[in-house]
């Protein structure tokens, strides 16, 4: 195995508490900006109207807002690369053409050049019910990989822990997304259910090491055992996040805008998952064995 680090002997499990005060601090701040100023729900869940627009001369994105609020429009705008702009009506339950016509009639009085990328509309009743499917498959995901570790351990205490570890990944993640206010759509839900299985699959490896330790050294303190087993695994789990998140780093500097959000979800997500496999999973199942 490639090591980037020499041995190490870190006292993870004393430092537990500190970790669950920082999880909970963060989940905190998540929960409070989520419930004050909400998710920003694309078109896929809130329905509405999207027309994406690109100008041959530069424009300023509050110009465009602001022609917006004189045509009486409540809309939201994102800017994109290349001096193009995506202009979004939630909610509405006007035809796809008619929505779009009074967003291009507002932009026309601008006055300035422009040509039409892209247009999209998805109705509401359609986007409820993708909202429904999204939320069923993240909460079927996350029972199907309790029943899976819980299995291949023999120990429904880490096939939990082990979940809440990527619930408090997918929740961090979501609470980025709303402290910067990024837009959440199918592919967001998709970053958040690969998330979840990059979290399970690095808590995997340290709970294999634990189990292998279990049989050389039966009589090994928990934590001591813990300490170890994470400390051995920590040069693989460095090195392979390095990997993953320096990829992610690329894709959301250079992949464009269609990319930015998903890049910026799964690289906090990531993150998330290998500090909550270290101080979220194994603590947990720790102080759920000395309960016992």
């Not at 690109?54 to 807002?65: C, G, P, Q, S, T």
């Not at 993953?244 to 799964?266: E, H, K, P, R, T």
């Not at 998330?272 to 759920?288: D, F, K």
Request: with cysteine; hydrophobic share 50%; glycine share 8%.
């Amino acid at each position: 195995m490639i090591k980037i680090i020499n041995k190490t002997n870190i006292d993870f499990i004393s430092m537990r508490y500190k970790f669950f005060a920082f999880s909970g601090l963060m989940i905190m701040l998540g929960l409070i900006s989520i419930f004050t100023k909400g998710l920003n729900l694309g078109l896929d869940f809130s329905g509405g109207t999207l027309v994406q627009v690109k100008f041959e001369e530069k424009v300023e994105i509050a110009d465009l807002r602001r022609a917006m609020e004189e045509a009486k429009l409540q809309t939201s705008v994102q800017s994109y690369e290349g001096n193009s702009f995506g202009i979004r009506i939630k909610g509405k339950q006007e035809k796809a053409n008619e929505a779009a016509e009074k967003i291009l009639a507002a932009v026309s009085t601008l006055g300035k050049k422009f040509i039409e990328e892209r247009r999209d509309y998805v109705g509401p009743v359609v986007g409820k019910d993708m909202a429904k499917k999204a939320l069923f498959a993240i909460i079927l995901s996350l029972f199907g990989i309790i029943v899976y570790v819980a299995f291949r351990f023999s120990n429904p205490v880490l096939g939990t822990t082990g979940v809440i570890a990527l619930a408090h990944d997918v929740m961090i993640a979501l609470a980025f997304m709303s402290f910067t206010n990024r837009e959440i759509d199918l592919v967001i839900v998709a970053a958040l259910l690969t998330i979840a299985g990059y979290s399970i699959n690095d808590t995997i490896v340290i709970y294999d090491r634990m189990r292998e330790n279990i049989r050389k050294f039966p009589k090994m303190p928990m934590g001591q055992l813990i300490n170890a087993s994470i400390n051995e695994t920590l040069s693989r789990t460095i090195f392979t996040s390095i990997t993953v998140i320096g990829v992610l780093f690329i894709i959301y500097l250079f992949g464009g805008s269609g990319l930015n959000d998903f890049a910026f979800c799964m690289l906090i997500g990531n993150i998330s998952g290998v500090y909550s496999t270290i101080a979220i999973a194994t603590p947990l199942a720790y102080e759920w064995q000395k309960g016992k």
